[in-house]
């Protein structure tokens, strides 16, 4: 029987051949999770057999992510903004860069009260619930068109223990823009579908693949979901409210543009951690 650091090798080496990014990480978070371990605690016990049962199921850990299926979703969670969020298929992986958007708001109401908050295509939530950890006394609705979604973003919020903070919908946005909503929020929040559906066929294999086509590109030109998102929190936000909106690398004079024309003021931009041009906000006059 190998032991914890020679299947971690081997596994390591695999990973690397098929051209797997952080091929030794992945290595050993998908072994420690077949242990019940933590990351950490495999260095303490490199020396330690792994038992026939334990090396089979890490055979079938290994081969999935030898068929670029992610991390995330062979493991079943991941972490965002400190909070552990669960993920499938149904919804978009959470990233680090979307964290920009929760700090933005942060510094702009952290020290407000009774706000309320839209947030368009939660996915897993993974905003919505930071949000609501954050902020004083907000009052959350997250609406995604995915029924399964919705019902893993309320999941989400249940282990996170701020389930009565977020009421979780599931609709169409075309039905949302178009809904007579006036003057109801003080903030509009939304990672859209973003990817043109030019790009999407250039995409690695583990968004292509595996991440729900339709949180990922608009099948357009990348930006019809930042134009209907606008138009309507033009509607929906009260005087003096405030869009956030992710962008994609490249794409933020555009939305800008976008604003502009739906008649935002105070337009500001925030890069993420790798200076591309992340998050942008605009307020409603």
Same mark, same amino acid.
């Given at each position: ?11 390591? +080496? ?15 978070? !998908? ?69 920009? !958007? ?7 109401? +952290? ?71 006036? /003057? ?18 250039? !995409? ?35 005087? +003096? ?30 890069? /993420?951690? !790798? ?11």
């Amino acid at each position: 029987m190998l032991t914890i650091l020679e299947a971690i090798q081997k596994t390591t +080496g695999y990973f690397e051949r098929k051209g797997i990014e952080s091929a030794r990480v992945n290595a050993e978070l !998908l072994l420690a999770e077949v242990l019940g371990k933590k990351r950490l605690e495999l260095y303490l016990s490199y020396d330690q057999p792994l038992k026939e049962n334990e090396m089979n199921k890490y055979r079938s850990v290994i081969a999935r992510r030898g068929k670029f299926e992610p991390l995330q979703y062979i493991i079943g969670h991941t972490e965002f903004f400190g909070y552990k969020i669960c993920v499938d298929q149904s919804v978009l992986i959470p990233r680090p860069e979307s964290e920009v !958007l929760i700090e933005m708001v942060i510094d702009d109401f +952290g020290d407000k009260e009774n706000l309320t908050l839209l947030d368009i295509g939660t996915g897993s939530g993974c905003l919505s619930i930071a949000l609501a950890k954050k902020l004083n006394n907000v009052h959350i609705t997250a609406v995604d068109i995915s029924y399964k979604a919705a019902r893993l973003a309320e999941y989400n919020a249940k282990i996170n223990e701020i389930a009565d903070k977020i009421k979780f919908l599931t609709a169409d946005i075309n039905s949302i823009v178009s809904g007579d909503v006036n /003057d109801q929020y003080d903030i509009v929040i939304s990672n859209p579908p973003y990817v043109s559906l030019a790009d999407f066929q250039n !995409l690695q294999p583990e968004i292509k693949d595996y991440e729900p086509k339709n949180a990922v590109t608009d099948n357009e030109d990348g930006y019809s979901f930042y134009k209907k998102i606008a138009a309507f929190s033009q509607k929906a936000l009260k005087t +003096g409210g405030a869009l956030y909106l992710e962008t994609g690398q490249g794409m933020a004079p555009g939305v800008e543009k976008i604003l502009e024309i739906n008649n935002f003021s105070n337009l500001k931009v925030r890069k /993420d951690y !790798l200076d591309i041009e992340r998050v942008i906000k605009g307020i409603r006059t």
